[in-house]
């Protein structure tokens, strides 16, 4: 990959990629001219987008999504850059029927965008929404030990630590922010990744990424930072800035934003 002297990539929960395009969000991506951008929660298939949503000027444009259900989960990139492959998939069959992954290869790194279950609805979607996490998990290890660097963003529903949202105490026994679901990201610390925004911001309290809509959540920041930047090790070297877009509308999340150098 020819690098720029700086790479700004930019992950967003759109909570459907047509309501947001209406409301002005994509046309606001596209004009931030990141180098990557990427959504989650399309909600549409490739075909079902106006031609400037799902081809956006001077962008490679990739989608993932849901196999049966429609107007569903779903994912997409947008890269300047033309990746050397992308897989569609954990290459889970039972896993990869909702539309939940993409992974762009370049040259120096792997990018992935993805989506991950919220683990609400009862004990099977919780289940699910488990082994979703150990599936992908052992994916990017793979990855890992085959030399790759990785940087994977997007939804992944579940706030780390106390700090991470506005009412840890009411939510002890909410999915989101169970105990089994917070140890599967102390694992994914343990393994190496680095949340890109606590690398920066360790303590900072009140910051978020998603809020309720229903409650009017987001007028009073009672929120969740459940959408994340990770990294491996090998390119925090490269990391010059995180971002939480929290000014920016069009979703009941905002945009989240790396740049690398």
């Not at 998990?137 to 992944?156: S, T």
């Not at 917070?182 to 606590?198: H, I, N, P, Q």
Request: net charge neutral; hydrophobic share 40%; proline share 4%.
């Amino acid at each position: 990959m020819c690098y720029y002297f700086v790479m700004r990539i930019i992950s967003w929960n759109v909570n459907g990629i047509r309501a947001n395009a209406k409301k002005g969000g994509f046309e606001w991506l596209v004009n931030e001219s990141a180098d990557i951008f990427c959504v989650q929660e399309t909600k549409a298939h490739p075909e079902q987008l106006e031609e400037s949503v799902r081809n956006p000027a001077g962008y490679h444009s990739y989608f993932d999504h849901s196999k049966g259900r429609k107007g569903y989960s779903g994912v997409a990139v947008f890269s300047k850059i033309k990746p050397e492959k992308v897989e569609y998939g954990l290459g889970v069959d039972e896993l990869d029927q909702e539309g939940r992954f993409l992974a762009l290869f370049f040259k120096d790194f792997v990018f992935i965008n993805i989506y991950f279950p919220n683990g609400g609805g009862g004990p099977e979607r919780l289940d699910f929404k488990l082994r979703y996490y150990e599936a992908f998990l052992k994916y990017v290890n793979k990855l890992r030990a085959a030399g790759h660097e990785i940087v994977f963003c997007g939804d992944i529903n579940t706030a780390h630590t106390a700090i991470d949202l506005a009412r840890p105490k009411e939510n002890e026994g909410n999915t989101g922010f169970l105990p089994i679901e917070r140890a599967w990201l102390d694992s994914v610390v343990k393994e190496g990744f680095v949340d890109t925004f606590r690398h920066f911001y360790p303590t900072d309290v009140g910051r978020y990424t998603y809020w309720d809509q229903k409650t009017f959540a987001r007028e009073r920041n009672v929120g969740w930072r459940i959408d994340y930047f990770f990294v491996t090790p090998g390119l925090l070297e490269r990391l010059k800035s995180v971002a939480i877009l929290d000014n920016v509308l069009g979703s009941d999340h905002c945009p989240i934003e790396i740049v690398l150098r």
